[in-house]
């Protein structure tokens, strides 16, 4: 069966600094990889995803993830955390009945 | 122009109630889900639709019945509400089966149980 664990379920870090959540995934086939974004009493957007090709995946609002196969890891990060940033990160994995399964979430806290 | 609507946005109700949750989609996509996000944030399918047809049931108690009438819609009736079924659901949609697409959620629905 497939799972993803997140590692904090809270990070913190301050503006401008590096922004870095990690995923590791459990997975018997080459898994697609999402990582979505929750904002405060919004439904999940999607922030990137990895499916073949370029193991380097750029998204939106600067974030990007690299997918390890080595490391079963998908870690995402971003060079300079902005106040907009704060929000609930989800990392998850879709096997191929098209089912995709979350990980538990990664609050991220920016202080000023 | 909403892409994922979802109806009621807050739904206040007492123990052994019935209620239903709306939720459509704009997007022309084939497949539709249902998510539950507990108090702490954890979200778990629910069940999934692909143009009317069920394609995931998630071990869920046979008091939720979800109800597809058309590729846009899918709707979500839970009967006799039990204090555990407290948390927000959330209705997403994608292409469709074997394409890695993103989901599109909509902003949710939260369900509280007093």
């Known amino acids: 069966a497939q799972s993803v664990t997140q590692l904090g379920s809270h990070v913190s870090v301050s503006e401008g600094a590096l922004v870095l959540l990690r995923c590791n995934y459990s997975s018997s086939v080459p898994p697609y990889l999402f990582w979505y974004v929750q904002y405060p009493n919004q439904g999940l957007q999607l922030l990137l995803k990895?499916?073949?090709?370029?193991?380097l995946v750029k998204g939106i609002n600067g974030f990007e993830a690299e997918f390890k196969k080595s490391e079963t890891s998908f870690h995402l990060t971003k060079p300079s955390a902005h106040m907009s940033d704060a929000a609930e990160y989800f990392c998850a994995v879709m096997n191929r009945d098209d089912k995709i399964i979350f990980g538990k979430g990664t609050r991220l806290h920016i202080l000023p | 122009d909403t892409a994922v609507s979802q109806t009621p946005k807050y739904l206040v109700t007492q123990m052994g109630n019935d209620k239903s949750i709306k939720c459509e989609q704009n997007?022309?996509?084939?497949?539709m889900y249902w998510y539950k996000q507990d108090s702490k944030k954890f979200l778990k399918i629910m069940f999934s639709?692909?143009?009317?047809?069920?394609?995931i049931n998630e071990t869920v108690p046979n008091r939720f019945s979800p109800k597809s009438p058309d590729k846009a819609h899918l709707n979500l009736h839970i009967n006799s509400l039990e204090l555990g079924d407290s948390a927000v659901y959330f209705c997403a949609s994608n292409t469709g089966t074997g394409i890695p697409g993103e989901l599109f959620f909509g902003e949710g629905s939260r369900l509280t149980v007093l």
């Open positions: 997007l022309g996509h084939d497949t």
């Open positions: 990895y499916t073949t090709g370029a193991t």
């Open positions: 639709y692909n143009n009317k047809e069920l394609i």
